[in-house]
């Protein structure tokens, strides 16, 4: 069984940071494209950022370039989001998924599994 468990989320103020966290299990993790996305209430889910089996390549949507780092650990199975200069705008509900190749990587389609997220919220 496939488990993914995100842990990290909180309540910041804003110029704050968090760094979370997403612990996979039941999957080969060293063959896993590792990805984050965020869901705001009332939006859809989008693409934060991912990254490659190795951790060689990364990829982040426009809005958090410079402010978030994505990176992985191969032997403890773990992928994190760093995000630093936090602002309200990212206040969401975040994700992290797993899939096998690194292509079309934000669309959330392309996933084969999920956690269930982690509440951030940036105050202002």
């Known amino acids: 069984q496939v488990q993914l468990v995100e842990s990290g989320g909180g309540l910041v103020q804003a110029g704050g940071s968090l760094r979370l966290s997403c612990v996979v299990s039941g999957r080969t993790f060293s063959r896993s494209v590792m990805a984050w996305f965020r869901q705001a209430p009332g939006k859809e889910r989008e693409f934060v950022a991912a990254i490659s089996w190795t951790g060689y390549m990364s990829y982040y949507r426009d809005s958090v370039k410079g402010r978030c780092t994505i990176s992985r650990d191969n032997a403890q199975n773990t992928v994190y989001l760093q995000k630093n200069s936090l602002k309200p705008e990212d206040t969401a509900v975040y994700y992290c998924?797993?899939?096998?190749?690194?292509?079309?990587?934000?669309?959330?389609?392309?996933?084969?599994?999920w956690g269930q997220g982690t509440q951030v919220t940036v105050s202002s």
């Open positions: 998924a797993a899939r096998n190749s690194y292509s079309d990587i934000e669309s959330p389609t392309k996933y084969n599994d």
